[in-house]
Structures are given as structure tokens and as C-alpha cells.
């Protein structure tokens, strides 16, 4: 008989057109039948809490004394919690980010019982080619999910398995139907057959054993009370099936039996037959661009600082920055950094973002101040302090502030060497604003904020100290006005229009027209990009931008604006009139001796439902794009074949290749190549007759949660048609990305090192004797310079580092970017006791060989290493 495992669950988005507080009222109210049904009947054996921890949090942020009772029932293996905190997004969201999301799903499921070991993903909008090996850095080795897959992929059936280029790989158990067909299961036996006569069929075909499943829940759905009653009614309708309540797990048991089942390899993005909403990527553009700028100074800066400070001897604040990645994995969830949310919901995103950068910023501010507070200097003179977080030593440009009651004042090393630096602007500031105890006393002698930049060398995963020191003389500022940019690397010019045009000296390529603006209309909604049919698209190519060039010794200024004229609506742009406007503002820093142009675009958009992307034109003609993903890269076709017959084969959506990146995406040749680094948007397109143009899109307009019948996207709406006016986009919206050519392809480049630098700037710390906030001596002294490791390799990426969350040892991430395995090389500075590795939840692994201090990590493409390093 064929085996059909109803398993009782509810799928519960803590927020989506309705918010977390209105959903957290039914889920108190859920939570309360749930537990009463399994505490009371001895026969009712399993419930799935959703494969998310997140809902017990905000569950006992109500009821905390309900913590026995749901221990209690996780220990009897009854009410099944875990593995995630919340259900992640794998598309715009970063590997830290989805590995600390399973690490504290898993630290709070083990407070109860034994978590979910299956990596339960049942609404992503699409599966990374990654989820493999971060599943097996858990030692999971079982997922299920339901968006992305077709037969184009290599196989029919809904189990199978799936590796990742490392050799990573997991059982998947598909829902071809979805994680609700069991909702609701009516006791009418008419309606019953009529549901489940459009289902087993669907179920039985891609089944490779007798044994299928029938998820009995829906979003936000309460317990089903009847259901012995429903299944002895599917077992009338169907005596060669039996229907008994069942886990997931028993499901998996029986496929790991199967022999022969397809291996699967890559990622999944095919609307056939689910949509994955390619350009979703972009809505709520302001939104995408803080979770990018907060997971990068997280990673970036807050965790590798943090970890110094342990290592100087300082306490590593996990309570703290545990609280900061909860507050942003609670927008992971897919509709929450999908932006497919109502209004109210996304106010709700954009202030977990607020706090969690707020939390971020204010903590590294202490960090820096604890460990420059604690210098061992000789004299009290004021101190500026430079912080490297990369593993190598690097040279930089740092532009920052000293705050000084000097008119004139020296930078000198710790050696007494004095160090050239540049005034950009000087202005004076309250004493208030320093420290207000300096005014209580009636002195309202003003302090001056200079703006400086220097040139300097620092060393890896460490700092250098400079004395602020009062002369007589001011410094020289070597800036000057200029009509061309000449830096070692670039020639660059603006044209009228306000595009780049650049010379590479290097590659001796010329790149022209470079951020030249298109604009369309968008006739879509939060979930996907429409456009008008038979438009005429809006370019940038007739603005005349007001531009200002400027350089110094140490590096170039451009300022560029104008105004792009644009239909006020979707009415407007199907007439042709012109009633509104974009105001533009490109601000570019070119450093004298890196290839790399930083741009920060201000965007005023006056206009609505329209999508704007600028384009960066590489001439290269290619056949795909390389980009990365979590913990390594990806290659993508710059056009999809499926293009060529979705309609024909009734796809759910139209696959444009519209696709996602983390930190980078680049076009190259084995000669040369040009990427786009970004600390914002996270989302591009290949386009041109040749497919040699870059387009990345800087926001989408749109004013509906969901609408219906769209151009490429056919059929009902997606999610409800909700008016979300603030989706519109009106008002100013800032994105920091970069550009920078190269000689060979974008791997050999390792053009993913470059976009780690480009996302870890230098930080400075300005010591001065005042703080409105006091602190007592440490009682640690620390030096005036500091080195904490040093990476011997050059290929391998610093993925983040942190202290273990297990022990008193600090932990290093790093992966490979390339499509070879090599060998990385790191040294520890002091004396190492041990070292191992670990998987990702950092649990210890194979112990490894420390030759004084010396540590080899090998690693296959795109893997990851988790070493663990006692000090």
C-alpha cells in the first residue's frame, strides 16, 4: 500500500501584510491548542514548530512560563523546534548571516530538546548552489524545500540529492505542491476527493518510493482538531493508501533507502513551476541596501575588532552581538528581505535595521575606545589610531576627523617620525558637543574638527598609533581643481552627460558611457518587475550634469548632478508625457595608487512606479556573468534558453536573467575583465546586443503588494493586491558601489579579495582627553601597535573573526573564491596552544598541526574552513 505521511504543521512568516504583533496574538492563542492536543493525547504523536526558534521567542516574550511545558514536549520528541531562527532568504542574504541564523536556531532548540536536523526551507524564493555545504557545516544532511527546481535541472522526481562544488551534499525532499496542500483537510468526502485527485497524482509521479507526504498546515494556520476524522475518510476514499500522522524524518528514512537517485548540482531559480521572482531582488531598495551595509560592518569590522579586544585581554560581548544578528536574521525571512510586505511591515524592517546598525556603530565606537584608552603611551598627548581587519598588511588612503583645540598640530609615529597628511576642511564644533561637563563649568571655548587624509601602512588583523602633536605651523593641502583624473591606474574624464569615461593604462582598455542611467516603467508589483509593453526606454544620454573634478596627492574627488526627467506615473509613461523627475548625484573617491573607482549615488526620486539601473558598459561580448554567492561564486548564462519557451511550456514566470550577487559580479576575458563591487544593491542584469553591459538596478517604483496578470508573469497576483504607497520609493535613497578593471577573468583576478577590501575600510580612532561618556581605567595596557594574525596565501577570503561561542578561543572563517583548491596559510601571532577545525557550528573537528604559530587550511572550491585557535 502506498504510505501517505500527513504531517501537522504550521508555516508562520512572522510578518507579512499583517505585522509581527498581529500575528504573535494568534500565535499565543496556536501555541496554547498545540500543546493541549499533544499533552493530552497520547495519540497524537508529532507537530512541526515551523523549523524556526523565532516563534518560541516571541511565544515566551508572553507566556515565559510555558517553558516547561514546551521542554517537556520536545524531550518526548512530540513538538519538533528548530533547526533556524527564522526561515531564511538564501538570495540577497550573506553567509554569515544564513550560518548564524542555523547556529543560534540550533543554541536555543538545545535548550529544550534535540532540534529539526533538517534544513527546512519550505517558501525561499529560490535555493542557493551553496545551501549544501552550509547544511553540512551543520552535519545536516537532509532539506526540504519547494521553490526553483525543474526538470532542466537533471531529473523528474522529488527526491534526490543535491552537492555543492566541495562535495557537500544533502537528501532533498521536494514539495512539488507546496508546504499547504494538506491545509484545512475537509471532512466532506466530495471536497476531500476533489483535493486530493488534483494532488496524488502530482505526488506519486515525482515519488521515488510509496511513501509521499501531506503537509497539514498553512501560514499562520491553528491545529486542525478533526483530522483522525478526515483520515479515516481518506482511508474510505482510498483503501489502497494508508493515512497516519507522521514527521519528516520517517519520510527521509525511507528515501535514503533508494538506490540510484539523481545528483543534482547548482542553484535553483526556475519559475516553471513555483514562481522565484528573479526581480524581487530590488524592491524596497532602501531596505536591501541597510541588511547589505549592516551585515558587512557585523562581519567586517565589529566581529575581527571584537576579537582583537579578547585578544588584548578585553571581554568579547557575545550577549551583545548576538541581540544585533537577531534583530537583522528577523528580516532574513523571505517576504521580510523580499519587501513583498505591507507598509506598516516594512517600517517594522527598517527599524530592526536602524537598531541593529545604531547597536553595530556604537559598539565598535567602544571597542576602538577601550583598546586606544588602554595604550601604553608615555605622555597624554592626543591620539589617532588606525585599524586594519583584513589578514595581510595593506596600504590605504584614509580620509577621517580629528577633533583638537590646536590651530596647527603634526602626526608623528610611535618613533617620533612625522607622518604627511592633508586638511580637507577645518570647522569649529560646541564644547556641548564633546563633553557637556566642559561647559557646566562656563568654558565655551570652541574645539576645531579637521577633516584629514593620509596615506599610511598598516599592519593585518591589527593597528598603529600616531601622537597628535600642536605646531605653528599649519599644513599644506595639495588639492587642486582639475578637467582629467590621472591616478596610477586611470585616466578619467566626465562627459556632458554626466558618464565616465576611463582609460586603463594597465589593460590600455577605454571604457565610455560608464553609469549611464536607463529608466522604465514598472507595471509590477513588490514579488517581480513588469514593464510597459512597447516602451520606448528613457537614457541619461541628453542630461547635462553639473561636474566638478578635484585631486590631490593622495587621491581624486568627482561630483557629478543633474536631473532625469521621467513620467510622473504608469499613466504618464504609457502617453509620453514627462511631468516628474529624478535628481542625481554621483560622488566619486579615485585613491591615486588602488584600480578602483568608489561611487555613493544620492538618488531624490519624485516619480512613481518606474525602475531605474545604471549601465557599465565593459566591452566585452559574454556568454555569462561571474558573480558570488555564500562562501563562493557562481557562473550564470547572461541569457536563459528558457526564455525561448516559457510560454509555450506554461511557466509560471518568464526566466529573464535577472539575478542576485552578495559583493560583486563581474564580465571578463582571459585578457581583461571589469566588475561592480557593492556595498547596497544587490542586483544586476546582463544586457546589450552583445551582452557586454553590466546593468544594476538602483530601485524599482512600485505601488501593490501583489497584482495580477502581469507581462511576464501571467495568471493570479502573487501575495494579495494591497496598496503599498511607500513602495514608491519617493524621497532620497543613498547606494555605495565601486568598479574596478582588472588583468585576466574575474576569478583569476580574485576579484572577490578585492570587493572584501572595498567592504572593510580603515577605522580610525581619535583619542582626546574629554567624553560625555566616562569610563574607569581598564587595567589592561595595551600597545601602541598590534599585529593579531597574518595570512601567508593570497587567494583564500577572510570570511569573518570571532571568538567561539563555545570556549576561550578565537575562530577563523575563511573561504575559496576560485575554481581551484589550493592551500591557505595563516600565522597567529603569541603563543598558540591549539588549533582545530571545526564545522560551522563550531563544534571541534580535526585536530591541526601549529608550527609555531603557523596554521595550513586546505580548501576545495568554493569552501569554507572553520578553524579554532587557542591562544
Not at 513583498?340 to 546598525?357: G, M
Request: hydrophobic letters at 35%.
Amino acid at each position: 500500500m502506498k504510505q501517505v505521511h500527513i504531517v501537522p504543521h504550521m508555516h508562520w512568516d512572522r510578518e507579512w501584510y499583517f505585522t509581527t504583533e498581529e500575528s504573535r496574538i494568534l500565535l499565543v492563542n496556536n501555541m496554547e491548542e498545540i500543546m493541549d492536543r499533544l499533552e493530552n493525547d497520547p495519540d497524537y504523536p508529532y507537530y512541526v514548530l515551523d523549523g524556526q526558534t523565532s516563534i518560541l521567542e516571541d511565544y515566551f516574550a508572553v507566556k515565559p512560563e510555558a517553558k516547561g511545558r514546551v521542554k517537556k514536549l520536545v524531550q518526548a520528541g512530540k513538538l519538533i523546534i528548530g533547526p533556524w531562527y527564522t526561515q531564511t532568504d538564501e538570495m540577497v542574504v550573506g553567509g554569515e548571516s544564513i550560518v548564524r541564523n542555523l547556529l543560534y536556531g540550533i543554541k536555543d532548540s538545545k535548550e529544550f530538546g534535540s532540534p529539526m536536523m533538517i534544513g527546512y526551507l519550505p517558501d525561499s524564493f529560490g535555493q542557493s548552489a551553496q545551501m549544501p555545504h552550509i547544511l553540512n557545516g551543520f552535519d545536516i544532511k537532509y532539506t526540504i524545500f519547494w521553490r526553483g527546481t525543474s526538470e532542466r535541472h537533471g531529473t523528474d522526481k522529488t527526491e534526490f540529492y543535491w552537492e555543492s562544488n566541495d562535495g557537500s551534499r544533502v537528501l532533498v525532499q521536494l514539495l512539488p505542491l507546496g508546504y499547504a496542500i494538506g491545509k484545512y483537510l475537509p471532512q466532506d468526502e466530495s471536497a476531500l476527493k476533489q483535493r486530493m485527485e488534483k494532488y496524488f497524482p502530482v505526488l506519486d509521479r515525482g515519488a521515488t518510493t510509496d511513501h509521499t507526504i501531506l503537509p497539514n498546515g498553512h501560514d499562520q494556520m491553528p491545529i486542525q482538531k478533526d483530522i483522525y476524522e478526515v483520515i479515516e475518510k481518506l482511508g474510505q476514499l482510498y483503501p489502497d493508501r494508508e493515512f497516519f500522522l507522521s514527521k519528516f524524518e520517517n519520510v527521509f528514512a525511507k528515501i535514503e533507502q533508494q538506490e540510484n537517485l539523481a545528483t543534482l548540482n547548482g542553484e535553483f531559480l526556475d519559475g516553471k513551476y513555483m514562481r522565484v521572482h528573479r526581480s524581487i531582488y530590488s524592491t524596497r531598495m532602501d531596505i536591501k541596501a541597510a541588511n547589505a551595509r549592516v551585515e558587512n560592518k557585523i562581519t567586517n569590522i565589529l566581529e575581527p575588532l571584537a576579537s582583537m579586544a579578547y585578544d588584548l585581554g578585553f571581554e568579547y560581548h557575545h550577549g551583545l552581538i548576538e541581540l544585533i544578528w537577531k534583530e537583522i536574521i528577523k528580516n532574513h525571512a523571505h517576504d521580510s528581505i523580499g519587501c513583498c510586505c505591507s507598509d506598516k511591515v516594512h517600517r517594522e524592517i527598517a527599524n530592526r535595521l536602524f537598531l541593529a546598525e545604531e547597536k553595530t556603530d556604537q559598539l565598535i565606537e567602544f571597542y576602538k575606545r577601550q583598546i586606544v584608552d588602554s595604550m601604553e603611551a608615555t605622555n597624554d598627548m592626543d591620539r589617532l589610531t588606525l585599524f586594519n581587519f583584513l589578514p595581510y598588511n595593506r596600504e590605504e588612503v584614509v580620509t577621517t576627523e580629528i577633533i583638537s583645540k590646536y590651530n596647527a598640530f603634526s602626526l608623528e609615529n610611535e618613533g617620533g617620525e612625522s607622518i604627511n597628511f592633508e586638511i580637507l576642511k577645518a570647522e569649529e564644533i560646541d564644547p556641548g558637543l564633546i563633553d557637556r561637563q566642559i561647559v557646566h563649568y562656563g568654558n565655551y571655548e570652541p574645539f576645531i574638527k579637521y577633516k584629514i587624509q593620509l596615506k599610511e601602512a598598516l599592519p593585518s588583523m591589527g593597528y598603529r598609533t600616531y601622537f597628535v602633536k600642536e605646531v605653528q605651523d599649519a599644513v599644506g593641502n595639495s588639492c587642486h581643481a582639475k578637467q582629467t583624473i590621472e591616478t596610477d591606474y586611470y585616466t578619467v574624464s566626465v562627459n556632458e552627460n554626466g558618464t565616465l569615461k576611463i582609460w586603463d593604462k594597465q589593460i590600455k582598455k577605454s571604457f565610455d558611457q560608464v553609469l549611464l542611467l536607463e529608466n522604465g516603467g514598472d507595471d509590477g508589483d513588490e514579488y517581480d518587475y513588469s514593464p510597459v509593453e512597447n516602451e520606448d526606454l528613457i537614457f541619461s544620454n541628453d542630461v547635462v550634469a553639473n561636474v566638478s573634478l578635484e585631486q590631490n596627492d593622495y587621491a581624486a574627488n568627482i561630483d557629478i548632478r543633474y536631473t532625469l526627467s521621467v513620467p510622473g506615473n504608469i499613466e504618464e509613461r504609457k502617453s509620453g508625457e514627462k511631468t516628474s523627475h529624478v535628481d542625481v548625484r554621483f560622488s566619486l573617491f579615485i585613491p591615486n595608487h588602488k584600480p578602483i573607482i568608489d561611487v555613493s549615488c544620492e538618488l531624490n526620486n519624485f516619480a512613481k512606479d518606474h525602475r531605474l539601473r545604471a549601465y557599465i558598459p565593459t566591452g566585452l561580448s559574454s556568454s555569462f556573468s561571474v558573480a558570488d554567492n555564500q562562501f563562493g561564486h557562481i557562473k550564470r548564462n547572461v541569457y536563459d534558453s528558457a526564455m525561448d519557451v516559457w510560454e509555450r511550456d506554461n511557466w509560471n514566470e518568464r526566466p529573464d536573467a535577472i539575478y542576485p550577487m552578495l559583493n560583486y559580479v563581474g564580465l571578463s576575458s582571459k585578457e581583461y575583465g571589469l566588475s561592480v563591487l557593492t556595498n547596497s544593491t544587490r542586483e544586476y542584469e546582463i544586457v546589450g546586443e552583445q551582452y557586454d553591459t553590466i546593468a544594476l538596478t538602483l530601485f524599482r517604483s512600485i505601488g501593490h503588494l501583489g497584482k495580477g496578470d502581469m507581462l511576464r508573469r501571467p495568471g493570479r497576483p502573487s501575495g494579495i493586491k494591497l496598496p503599498t504607497p511607500d513602495s514608491q520609493m519617493i524621497g532620497k535613497l543613498n547606494l555605495d558601489f565601486a568598479l574596478v578593471s582588472h588583468e585576466g577573468s574575474t576569478l583569476d583576478a580574485n576579484v572577490a579579495k578585492t570587493a572584501k577590501e572595498y567592504l572593510t575600510p580603515v577605522h580610525a580612532y581619535n583619542k582626546i582627553p574629554y567624553n560625555a561618556m566616562k569610563l574607569n581605567a581598564s587595567g589592561i595596557e595595551t600597545p601602541l601597535s598590534y599585529q593579531l594574525l597574518k595570512e601567508e596565501s593570497s587567494v583564500a577570503v577572510l570570511s569573518t573573526l570571532k571568538k567561539s561561542e563555545q570556549e576561550n578561543a578565537l575562530v577563523l572563517r575563511v573561504f575559496n573564491p576560485s575554481d581551484k583548491a589550493f592551500e591557505a596559510t595563516y600565522h597567529i601571532e603569541g603563543d598558540v596552544k591549539e588549533a582545530y577545525q571545526t564545522n560551522l557550528n563550531e563544534d571541534q573537528q580535526e585536530k591541526l598541526a601549529h608550527d609555531q604559530g603557523t596554521i595550513h587550511v586546505p580548501l576545495k572550491v568554493n569552501q569554507s574552513q572553520t578553524i579554532s585557535i587557542k591562544k
